[in-house]
């Protein structure tokens, strides 16, 4: 950011009094321009230009473009133009709620498995392994995954087993593979339940559905194409019109049984536990991108992965409940 | 009433119907034939039939890795060789690559790959045979056209069953193409607008001595708020804002004192500005500027043929420098080059405007009535459309 500022401070030819006037013509928030313009009155001041308010004016303008943000000097009949780089936002969720950052990648997510110190990644063109040393990742091996058909435009896969066994299952093909990434690729076989060509799942008594949660009792929540969510079983059926396609179970103590998307505004989603009958019981985390995958890690826990448009990244968080005291 | 919708998977199945000005041209629309290399949002190349390119030292060379695995329409898998035919005279094979070659030097390949390339068989009928999500199934020449999801498709099939597009008024549609000017209680409350990022540009081309006249009278942004019902962005410059990012610092000149100085110190005659018949947008436009223009002391008509042109250049790509040169071309003037950081690219275009006697108007945006059924709508990337 200093050289930057460097450069534009350089379109003010020598030792000279100016006046400064700051646009912020950028999605970027007041604290970045306030720093922005810091940036540049230190660099300013380093090269001996004092501000006054009758002075020539120096006009800067913080703007964007497609390919991110630029910062733009104009003194006199010179423009300098440079990349400006701000500080990364910080990311902001709250809710009772409890979302713990696992991994993030630009890259595709489909699913990930996390066992101890060592981590799965599934993509839709490679699975990665990493481990932990102290408080960094490290990659140890990828692998690119052979399937004999190709996937569809909506990608979804799981993984299942654990590090030393796992199966990858998706609309392509199944793999099987050890943790040193030795896979066996194939068609889907037994035990995948995805549709060929699609992102839907089968099961001879329910049809084709894109997730679906046990709540207990007999009872599922189902996701369906053209349908609202709907609880099954227990001689009732009722719908979820509040809860999108993105379902996954999520046992607490305090009467939540599984997770669900719900209300979006634009490229947003927002989470919440619902009971097994379909009513909220947790306020909405509002998260800053959308659902991808939501994928049981356990009974009391969920893999949510969220795609950020802002930063094009794919994030995992492990979801609980935490219950009031 | 604003209503949230929970978030859905998309659903495959279903017909798009598309009413449309005209036709698409099927064979560069990269809905039935594709390109080696795909240019993004952000003006970057990506892998679309090729997955890998190299080039030599001084770009005449340029070979092309294809993705494995893809099959054209025909059923034909699309090898070296097959590509290398469809490309032309100026590609051949070597081991798994595909080679094109240039007599002189051709640093913007990648540019000319992904615009003006794509890889599709023409058959004496008229009848295409590509790679692209969907295949030509039916076309009346100038009125409809349906193409249906190509199931075997690299990327999976498309979410739709198929696409209809027509020039027809009067059928059910689900998308419609609108003229910006477009009130929105003509369109009607309950169907979305889907607007794009602004794409075309009116500008005039030549005023030459008149440049500054011109430049000065103008009112951009009544044009923008009133005929573009907003949706226009007055124009500083040559490339739109959401490109670059530096219009703001590109010279804002509307200054109708200084335009009667300079029609005075000009002592023009009357002055023809031409515009197309068959835009009746940029005829608006004219009829504007032609009122801006009488008021700095000209005396201005609007007729079909004229010393002053109004014209609409396309956006011919989302990469700064190359949009810029070929805009240079379509201009007659100079082309620049070394555009190698926004820096240059905005002394390019900066000088571009004050030595060429260019003035620019007003960028447009293309504009789609979507009915509510219909999601994930982009023109540009109708497989990725679905209907419930």
Redesign the interface.
Known sequence: MSEAAKQLAAVVPGRQRISLTV?N?TTLDAGAAAEFRRAVEVELSAAGVELARDAQPLRL?L?????G??A?A?FGSK?????WNPAPARAHSRARLTMSPLWVQSEPVLDILLEGDSLLVLGPAHVASYKKHGEVWQNERSAVLNFPA??????RGRLTGGMDAFRILTAAGSCTGTRNLALTCGPQGEGNAWVT????QRDAALGEY?NLADLGEGRLAV?A??A??RITGANTAIAV??????LAPLRSACGTSWL??????GDT?SLAGMNAAGAPTTDAVTLDG??QALWPAGDDAVHAIVFHPATQSYETFRVTITCPE | MLTLMASTRPRYGGTLRVQVAELPAFETAGLVAETLVRIDGRGDYQPGLARAWQRDAEGRRWRFSLRPRVVMHDGTLLTPAVAAVLLGPSASVAGQQVVIQSDTPAPDMLERVASKVTIVRKAADGSLTGTGPFRLTKLEPGRRATLTAFEEHWAGRPFLDSLEFTTQRGGPVDVTALPVSTSRRAIGERVRVWTSPPRDLAILSRPAALRDVFALSIDRDAIANVITQKRGDPARGLLPDWLTGYSAALPSEHDLTRARQAAAAAKAGPVTIAVAPSDPLLRLIADRIALNVRDAGLSVTVGNAGTVRLVRLRLPSNNAAQALAEFARALGVAVPTGLTNIQALYDAERAMLTENGIVPVVHLPDVYAVDPRVHNFDPARLEMVWVE
């Open positions: 646009e013509r303008i703007s964007e473009n497609v390919r943000t630029i733009i104009q423009t300098i133009v440079v990349p190709p996937l569809p435009r909506d990608p060509g699609r992102n839907t894109y996701s194409p053209g609202p969510v019109p509040s809860a999108g396609t993105e669900a998307t719900g209300a979006t505004s989603d959308t659902v």
